[in-house]
């Protein structure tokens, strides 16, 4: 099974950097993936990482090192509308399936 | 392009009582996924179809049932309602990917929010 570890909540003032962090035990790993999700809305694709290192995608980069089962995904600029949940998931081996940390709620405030 | 759509978006049913859940696709992917979402506990998959016509479990299957017999359809029913089963339900959606490398991102509808009385 998986067990994936992310904080419960942040906040951050607008124009500001925050990182979240993302901690995973896996019995297998093929990929990790992290979500946007605003409040009573559906989780939508940020990013996704397979190999160590890090990916950058404007205001947004992730970075994984899979040797100590560690992810971090980076938001600059911090923009109101960035207040949301953000899930980190790992794909596992089999059937592409996905497994959830609980989100991080980031609040960025004026 | 429609993406993924699940009906109803809401419902409130007493316990005991019998429904379904439909999520729609219309991306031809073959990969189909049904979670519940609770407070505090992340996405948790019930079951999954790798395609039309096949349904395996998840981590919590317990007292839900799914069927796909239409590619584009996947349906999670409910046989006898219970509290514990107030949720809200999102339906994905991802294709078969190429190679090592494939990403096979998952789509989410915008969910379906159940409360059981």
């Known amino acids: 099974g998986q067990n994936i570890d992310q904080p419960t909540e942040m906040t951050a003032t607008e124009g500001a950097i925050v990182q979240i962090n993302c901690t995973y035990q896996t019995s297998g790993f093929n990929g990790l993936f992290w979500y946007q999700q605003h409040a009573g809305e559906a989780p939508t694709f940020l990013s996704y990482?397979?190999?160590?290192g890090l990916e950058e995608k404007g205001r947004f980069s992730s970075f994984l090192s899979r040797s100590k089962g560690y992810s971090y995904l980076l938001l600059k600029e911090l923009q109101m509308k960035d207040s949301a949940s953000y899930l980190c998931a790992v794909k596992g081996r089999v059937d592409y399936k996905l497994s959830f940390g609980a989100g991080t709620t980031v609040t960025v405030r004026a | 392009n429609a993406g993924v759509t699940q009906t109803p978006k809401f419902r409130v049913l007493k316990t005991g009582q019998s429904m379904t859940l439909l999520c729609a696709q219309d991306m031809n992917h073959e990969y189909m996924y049904w979670y519940r979402q609770d407070p505090g506990m992340g996405l948790r998959l019930i079951h999954y179809?790798?395609?039309?016509?096949?349904?395996a479990k998840g981590e919590v299957p317990d007292g839900y049932n799914v069927s796909r017999l239409k590619k584009q359809n996947f349906l999670l029913g409910l046989e006898s309602a219970a509290p514990s089963q107030t949720s809200v339900y999102f339906c994905a959606s991802s294709k078969v990917g190429q190679g090592k490398r494939a990403k096979n991102i998952q789509y989410f509808g915008a969910g379906t929010r159940l409360s059981v009385l």
């Open positions: 990482n397979v190999l160590d």
């Open positions: 179809s790798v395609g039309e016509g096949t349904t």
